[in-house]
């Protein structure tokens, strides 16, 4: 499919509006050259004094209407509305007299606007793709852009501000979900390929590793007929996560960033078996919260426990270790926390309440000390902090 971007005023696409009161639509612009609602389209609906309100009032302050989309017809060459008839069609009934907005409080109609803000509202510039195509090519492009009132996500907009040879071959390799490499690409690649969102990942990967974003690397690609340098980013990048984890995929492993993994660990060695091994282990300690950090804190030589989100001790243990401990302490005569036992200060035989006290592991979870009571010591705050994160 042919995309051309156009600008138009308002007033050049609301030449010759025509309104049907009678079926709810907005018939004709472009001097009769545009069909703003075909067949296929659903009626008008913005006509509840909000949403078309909220069109006028977006074109009084200036702001973009967002993409429109023609499509080219095949006979005559006319043009009809793809994407956008509700929109126009609001513009094209205000300006025609069909109802009012509130504007510094005041009911107007279009006529009664002082003259500046009618000639903003004609003036206003309409971003405009016109896609040539077969009637398949319509159809599956309609249903993206709008059937189900649908949005086109960041990088639909981008493939379509950023058309060429290098996003046609890009899409081909990236969005076609029948491409044999696919399955393996979405065990660690999140997203529908439809809706663009691999390609956005491969572009995300190549354009972070030279420092750019997706916008500027589509910019200086743009007519570029060749994608090799993104094919081979992309599959380094997937070959390296095959290579480190050998393991058959784990959920988990879908979605991460593993662009920016790529380029801080790809030149590390690692043992695939042994990380393997510290990947069944994490999996299974029950104390580890985020299962999506066990990678990147193997990857990190395991020295970033905070990316597992550890599961501090529960409440019921804690009470616990605090009633055991303050009796012991009671016995003895000495402070309940022990560090401050040790001490030779006042606090040496200071009795802390349970809400004074925080749980610490005994031996390090990340040393291999398991959260559970046998491994539980209460200490003061001030000690516990003074422990340090673990
Ligand atoms: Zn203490």
Known sequence: MKTTLRQYTVEAVLEGFVYNEL?????????????????????????????????????????????????????????????????????????????????AGREQVFSSLPKDDQQKILASELLVYECEGTET???????????????LNRQELL???????????AKAEYSNSRNANMQKWSSYVKGDPKRQEVLEVALDWVSSSGGVS????????????????????????????????????????????????YESYHSTSYNATEVDEAIDELRADPAVHNAKGIYEYSL???????????????DKAKRAGYEQQTQKAKVKGVSNCPLCALGTDNNRARIYRQDEMDADHVTAWSKGGATDLSNLTMLCQTHNRAKGNK
């Open 137 to 151: 090519e319509t159809k599956d492009w309609f249903q993206t852009v709008n059937i189900a009132g649908v949005p």
């Open 214 to 261: 997706i916008d500027a690397y589509l910019a200086q690609h743009r007519g570029d007929h060749d994608i090799a340098p993104l094919n081979r980013y992309f599959t380094s990048v997937i070959d390296w996560i095959v290579s480190v984890f050998t393991r058959p995929p784990d959920k988990e492993m879908r979605g991460l960033d593993w662009g920016r993994l």
């Open 159 to 169: 493939n379509a501000i950023y058309s060429g040879p290098f996003i046609t071959s």
């Open 300 to 314: 990190g030589g395991k020295t970033s426990p905070q990316l597992l989100d550890v599961r501090l001790f529960d």
């Open 23 to 103: 079926e709810g639509k907005g018939l004709f612009g472009l001097a009769g050259q545009l069909v703003i609602q075909p067949e296929y389209q659903r009626h008008y609906i913005y006509g509840d004094g909000k949403r078309d309100v909220a069109v006028i009032d977006s074109l009084l302050k200036g702001y973009p209407l967002g993409l429109i989309y023609f499509n080219v017809a095949k006979t005559g060459g006319g043009l009809e509305v793809l994407d956008g008839q509700q929109r126009i069609t609001s513009v094209g009934r205000f300006v025609t007299g069909k109802f009012a907005v509130k504007v």
